[in-house]
């Protein structure tokens, strides 16, 4: 099993930029592909991006590509999420996520092992 810790998150303003970071502990971290969602007031929790256990493979939501980055750093056991051009509607609890499984996608169903969440607050 993995634990799974994020920080990072923060009030800025649109236009500002942010890194996330997730700390995982427990089992072998190069054995779990890993992804981020974010969950808004009254929303579903859904998919922002991920990440395959090899980190060559990336997969993103449309409304985020182009101003979001997923990375990871095997040898620190942490994921990244560095994001860019910040937005209102980017504001949201953001989670982080790992599974077992060779799947790196939007399925929030395959993803067994969660963290507590930050808070990302862009202003207008």
């Known amino acids: 099993q993995v634990q799974l810790v994020e920080s990072g998150g923060g009030l800025v303003q649109a236009g500002d930029s942010l890194r996330l970071s997730c700390a995982a502990s427990?089992?072998?971290?190069?054995?779990?592909?890993m992804g981020w969602f974010r969950q808004a007031p009254g929303k579903d929790r859904e998919f922002v991006a991920a990440i395959s256990w090899t980190g060559d493979r990336t997969e993103y939501a449309d409304s985020v590509k182009g101003r979001f980055t997923i990375s990871r750093d095997n040898a620190k056991n942490t994921e990244y999420l560095q994001m860019n051009s910040l937005k209102p509607e980017d504001t949201a609890v953001y989670y982080c996520a790992a599974n077992q499984r060779y799947y790196w996608g939007p399925e929030k169903r395959l993803y067994p092992y969660w963290g507590q969440g930050t808070q990302v607050t862009v202003s207008s």
């Open positions: 427990g089992r072998t971290f190069t054995s779990y592909s």
